[in-house]
């Protein structure tokens, strides 16, 4: 090419960026002319309440101690294809209506594929701002199914896609590079699949385009089963266990029948079991702290590093004895429903805490926000975070977030464990389930000046209802429900009615204890007709 058609080419480029970020104002924190960066690392069931972030001694040092750690972020859902849809959307699981892992659940179905993935918020980074968009790891559970358009479907907005097949892998998997089938094997040094996405994430850094912002979204399989660490980490924590908190191996007294058909004491196996899975989960995380210094001494190398955000989190918690159910996630406690949340970035101060109630759904709008991109022109239930990373003064913010799920089980009795029945499923190990029909709650997590409050309710035969006061009860362990305050009662009722109908600015709206809140008595639902509405609504 002749140094004329050169410049050319580079103009052309220039008025392309252009054109493709009209919509997006110059975003605030921008260090130049050009819009920031943003790198977002998630992490696969991994745990903050019962140190999962223990082992990242280089992505504490690197992310929470040079910005913010986010000490209330929480997940609408705590279960993988639910909680990525609420990532990508912004929006709860009754707006995306995923709400399971499963093609059925609508997880990468091709109803989700036309109706919701046009509209995340990387399509919109792409399409709108003018971002390069990188992808590379575990996307949503049933992505690649031949029956949803297998690894040749690339979902609108991504420049660079590297995505699983399936569910996570360390070891023989395949990636969808750019809609092409990638085989890997067994070889660690070419196949270890978190190594694999760091290379791949370092190649995209070196060789980007210089003309356009970029946002990257690494998502890892670690810490999630099989637990399979890389061979220099295999000897590592050999003393470590599963911590035995208050709420370890005990019996879940006047919690739902789901809970309290955990064996309790466990046997001798299962604490065998998941101590042994405890550790692994934590090996397995040394080499995401190795991704996240090798992706930030890149940044640093390339210049890029003062202008770029990088957000840290998991799509679900996790348990590990809690209540006597073994290891899983999908339950409403804090262990499941928390993560942690560390961003580091353009005027963010080192080494802050916010206790602000945060959730996933936040991320969507925040890196829009970031990017110039009007949030009034989204159908998005989260709020930016923005605010709160500048350190704004007197900011307005939330007091409660709505967690909602939707319980699976089997048909069909499972064959190891023929006395439980159907409707039940994850009965592992020692015939201990952690999933039903009628493990479908809904629940409002308030956190205010002076509450510290949740409140669930089952949709059961028995519209079963959870309360705790996590004040005085930080493990969850009483349920308050018979005796908390009557009307306080009614109110959380109320409010979690409107928020599972919520959508868009409505899912912001006032929570219980915040001073603009209005009660209608009128307007409640009796328990007997919310549990039909729960029953029936479409999810």
């Known amino acids: 090419m002749s140094p004329a058609a050169a410049v050319r080419g580079l103009a052309l480029a220039a008025l392309l960026v252009l054109s493709r970020a009209r919509d997006c104002a110059q975003a605030a924190g921008a260090s130049g002319a050009r819009k920031p960066n943003v790198v977002l690392i998630l992490t696969d069931d991994q745990d903050v309440c019962l140190g999962g972030m223990t082992p990242l001694k280089k992505t504490r040092a690197l992310i929470a101690e040079m910005g913010i750690s986010f000490s209330n972020a929480y997940v609408p859902s705590a279960l993988c294809c639910p909680s990525r849809a609420s990532i990508l959307t912004g929006k709860y699981p009754h707006n995306h209506h995923v709400v399971n892992n499963t093609l059925e659940g609508n997880c990468s179905s091709k109803s989700w594929q036309k109706i919701q993935e046009p509209y995340t918020f990387p399509a919109l980074l792409n399409s709108m701002c003018g971002y390069q968009t990188f992808f590379a790891g575990k996307y949503l559970n049933e992505y690649g199914a031949e029956d949803a358009g297998g690894v040749g479907h690339v979902p609108p907005g991504w420049s660079f896609w590297y995505a699983l097949e399936k569910n996570s892998k360390y070891y023989n998997y395949t990636l969808s590079v750019n809609g092409k089938a990638q085989r890997h094997g067994e070889n660690y040094s070419v196949d270890y699949l978190t190594d694999v996405l760091a290379n791949m994430s370092l190649d995209f850094l070196e060789y980007k385009s210089n003309f356009e912002p970029f946002f990257m979204m690494i998502s890892t399989p670690a810490p999630h089963s099989p637990w399979i660490p890389a061979p220099q980490y295999q000897k590592s924590f050999q003393n470590v266990s599963a911590p035995r908190n208050s709420n370890f191996n005990i019996h879940g007294t006047n919690k739902h029948w789901l809970i309290r058909q955990a064996k309790t004491p466990m046997t001798n196996s299962s604490i065998q079991f998941l101590d042994d899975a405890f550790r692994k989960r934590w090996q397995t995380l040394l080499s995401v702290d190795d991704l996240i210094e090798k992706l930030v001494k890149k940044l640093e190398l390339h210049g890029e590093l003062n202008n770029t955000y990088i957000f840290y989190t998991s799509d679900n918690g996790f348990h590990t004895g809690q209540f006597s159910l073994p290891i899983d996630k999908r339950q409403l406690y804090e262990f499941d429903i928390k993560v942690p949340l560390l961003v580091r970035g353009p005027g963010i101060k080192p080494n802050q805490t916010n206790k602000m109630l945060v959730a996933n759904i936040d991320l969507g709008p925040t890196i829009l926000d970031i990017a110039g991109y009007d949030l009034n022109k989204t159908q998005m239930d989260g709020m930016s975070l923005l605010p709160l990373l500048r350190g704004d003064k007197n900011v307005?913010?939330?007091?409660?977030?709505?967690?909602?799920?939707?319980?699976?089980?089997?048909?069909?009795?499972?064959?190891?464990?023929?006395?439980?029945?159907?409707?039940?499923?994850?009965?592992?190990?020692?015939?201990?389930?952690?999933?039903?029909?009628?493990?479908?709650?809904?629940?409002?997590?308030?956190?205010?000046?002076?509450?510290?409050?949740?409140?669930?309710?089952?949709?059961?035969?028995?519209?079963?209802?959870?309360?705790?006061?996590?004040?005085?009860?930080?493990?969850?362990?009483?349920?308050?429900?018979?005796?908390?305050?009557?009307?306080?009662?009614?109110?959380?009722?109320?409010?979690?009615?409107?928020?599972?109908?919520?959508?868009?600015?409505?899912?912001?709206?006032?929570?219980?204890?915040?001073?603009?809140?209005?009660?209608?008595?009128?307007?409640?639902?009796?328990?007997?007709?919310?549990?039909?509405?729960?029953?029936?609504?479409?999810?």
Not at 409 to 430: I, M, Q, R
Not at 448 to 465: I, M, T
Not at 505 to 519: E, I, L, W
């Open 396 to 539: 307005t913010w939330r007091s409660d977030v709505l967690i909602e799920y939707q319980g699976e089980g089997h048909n069909s009795s499972d064959p190891t464990c023929p006395a439980l029945g159907p409707g039940v499923t994850h009965c592992f190990p020692d015939c201990v389930c952690e999933d039903s029909y009628n493990n479908t709650y809904a629940c409002v997590r308030t956190l205010s000046s002076s509450w510290d409050l949740q409140y669930c309710e089952f949709d059961d035969r028995e519209v079963f209802v959870e309360v705790y006061n996590l004040t005085a009860d930080p493990h969850q362990i009483t349920n308050i429900a018979k005796t908390i305050d009557q009307e306080i009662l009614e109110k959380m009722n109320y409010r979690l009615m409107m928020l599972q109908s919520c959508s868009g600015a409505t899912c912001r709206s006032p929570g219980v204890f915040d001073p603009g809140y209005r009660f209608d008595p009128r307007l409640m639902f009796s328990h007997g007709s919310l549990a039909h509405r729960l029953s029936t609504r479409s999810l």
